[in-house]
T-cell receptor
Framework: DAKTTQPNSMESNEEEPVHLPCNHS???????IHWYRQLPSQGPEYVIH?????VNNRMASLAIAEDRKSSTLILHRATLRDAAVYYC??????????WGAGTKLIIKP | ETGVTQTPRHLVMGMTNKKSLKCEQH?????MYWYKQSAKKPLELMFV???????ENNSVPSRFSPECPNSSHLFLHLHTLQPEDSALYLC??????????????FGNGTRLTVT
């Protein structure tokens, strides 16, 4: 059971980097670490995923600890449109993903 | 525009009504999913279809009946619902799990209220 732990909420200033932490100490060796976000009144949106190495895409970067017990989602320059609930999930297939409460990210202008 | 379209966006129904939720995707995906998102509860997977065949049913009550006529369309038929079934129902799609990991693409959901 790849349960994850995230802070309930975080605040950040606009145009500054944001580091969203996630602990997943029970993750198995084949479980990916997935990040999705959900903007108000919308369905969740895929952000990024990784297994062992750090990953970058146009939306964010994912830094994975060497022991894979934690990871950090990095938004390099937050905008007001990044205000959302961010979900960190472990699993090796979509139907095994166990969604938690996520972190509500508040961006201050 | 997410590529996954759900209709209607909002639905109010009585406990004796029968209604259906519709989901459509044109992303070329062959796996489709129904999720339930209740207030203050995590997202719950309800059903999974791969290549039109149901592969997961997470102990969902029989008053929810899914239908997948083809890889692009998914329905959730509702009958004799209870007030606690009021929630946001989300549809998602992806490439089949047999093709390596493929991210989920979600629609914006149907907000269901059972009175």
């Amino acid at each position: 059971d790849a349960k994850t732990t995230q802070p309930n909420s975080m605040e950040s200033n606009e145009e500054e980097p944001v580091h969203l932490p996630c602990n997943h100490s029970t993750i198995s060796g084949t479980d990916y670490i997935h990040w999705y976000r959900q903007l108000p009144s919308q369905g969740p949106e895929y952000v990024i995923h990784g297994l062992t190495s750090n990953v970058n895409n146009r939306m964010a970067s994912l830094a994975i600890a060497e022991d894979r017990k934690s990871s950090t989602l990095i938004l390099h320059r937050a905008t007001l449109r990044d205000a959302a609930v961010y979900y960190c999930i472990g699993g090796d297939s979509n139907y095994q993903l166990i969604w938690g409460a996520g972190t509500k990210l508040i961006i201050k202008p | 525009e997410t590529g996954v379209t759900q209709t209607p966006r909002h639905l109010v129904m009585g406990m004796t009504n029968k209604k259906s939720l519709k989901c459509e995707q044109h992303l070329g995906h062959n796996a489709m999913y129904w999720y339930k998102q209740s207030a203050k509860k995590p997202l719950e997977l309800m059903f999974v279809y791969n290549f039109k065949e149901q592969t997961e049913n997470n102990s969902v009550p029989s008053r929810f009946s899914p239908e997948c006529p083809n890889s692009s369309h998914l329905f959730l038929h509702l009958h004799t619902l209870q007030p606690e079934d009021s929630a946001l129902y989300l549809c998602a799609s992806s490439h089949s799990s047999g093709q390596g990991y493929s991210p989920l693409h979600f629609g914006n959901g149907t907000r269901l209220t059972v009175t």
